[in-house]
């Protein structure tokens, strides 16, 4: 075991560097001087050449031969070791950090074309942006699929043949829900202003009741909500607006399932390539689970509308049954991550389309604002009316996240099947719901998919924790039935 026992060592420590620069990032994003993109860009750069040294270094394929396992973790842990290391080594060091670098700088360009809805201001940065992953993305894939190779980053196994098949299904349905339930007469919209204080404290209370361990965490306030980091120290971000407390609030929920599944790996895979989640979208099918099934369920959003009175007083809304057809109101909108759930997956498949397009070279960086408008036209019936409700705003494509989009969409898929599986195992689950108790759910999320961490592959999670295969048939049956039912189709 000295090969096995040396490997590990060596990995918890570069484990325990990824983490550093992943708090980098946070900080980029929450608390860093406007004008420091420059030198964080260069402080990014130097970490990911640390790091990429550690994942190539050639001690770490003699441990690989030589190692002695006895298990199903351990051989998990080599599992995941070797498919870093391999794909790793295929990267040049100096292509490694140029992209560190360059995404740094990105992210603070995309941050003020966005502010100030100027595409052409970002599109020479993001060209470099997409020159560098095209290169990497051809190292990584050998000859094959550049796309795929991409996506392999964040959910290994998975294909864009095979993703476009299960996207292909949920489409038409999906097209036909939102035309149904935008003809029929429209729930009362939220109105009046919010304080945002009060809006943060009331998310750090929701936050704490979906189990998030504050002492291990916090809540700060981020243009782009997201999580960070994992084990003992995992950070959430969300952020408010004077007359859309819905937005911080479901933000923080949403933040919370992808934290929830990091404090909730088994401590013994803590900063080991086990100790996280296995892929984004078994962490996707967390935080929309969360946010989704559960908060924005009858049973729940019953008991958020009493808190939601202590703490802003009498907002218009008569009764519980009027605030869940509220929380659930379907509306024509540009944002994503703003989006219901009857049209939240059309913005994810326009962008796994554009992205693939842009990858191929069929369309480029110049192109991408008009083909972005074209293709939101075409999908949702009116015109974008400026890029920062368009091409702008997500900060994914300015970072080098390409194929991380279509996770959001498989992560859904995963959470229908746990939405099922999760009612069809813990009795009277709404009626703990109905009174802001999730442990039961919380609790048969974290025993079946979060403790795990990386020990099983994505797809084996999901079949697992639901006793057969992943599909988009419950997902679709769930959004027809709760739709169906509040606008009364």
Known sequence: MAAYDDLMAFQRETQALAQVAGRLGWDQETMMPRDAAPQRGAEMAAMEGVLHARRTDPRVADWLAAAETSGEVEVAQLREIRRSYERA???????????????????????????ADDFA?????????????????????????????????????ATAVELSAMFDALRPRLVALRAAVLDAPAPPALQGRFDEGAQMKLARQIAKA????????????AVHPFSSGSGLDVRITTRTSEDDPFNCIYSTIHEVGHAAYEQGVDRRYLLTPLGQGVSMGVHESQSRIYENQIGRGRAFTGWLYGQMRDAFGDFG??????????????????????????QYNLHVLLRFDLERALIARDIEVDDLEAAWNERFEAD????????????LQDVHWSVGLFGYFPTYTLGNVYAGCLNEAMHAAVPDLNGALAQGDTTAATDWLRENVQRHGGLYAPREVIERACGQAPSEAPLLGYLEEKFRGIYGL
């Open 89 to 115: 080594s295929k990267v040049p060091a100096k292509l490694a950090s140029e992209i560190a670098r360059m995404t740094s700088e990105a992210q603070g360009a995309w941050a003020a074309a966005r502010e």
């Open 121 to 157: 201001a970002f599109a020479p940065v993001l060209r470099e942006v997409v020159s560098l992953k095209r290169e990497e993305g051809a190292a990584l894939s050998a000859g094959g699929d550049v796309y795929d190779a991409m996506l392999d980053d964040y959910e290994p196994g």
């Open 210 to 221: 979906f189990g998030y361990d504050m002492s291990m965490g916090r809540v700060d306030k």
């Open 317 to 342: 809304i008569a009764d519980e049954e009027a605030f869940y057809a509220c929380v659930n109101r379907v509306e024509n909108g540009f944002i994503r991550t703003e989006a219901d759930e009857v």
């Open 380 to 391: 949702f019936g009116y015109p974008v009316d400026r890029a920062s409700n368009g091409v």
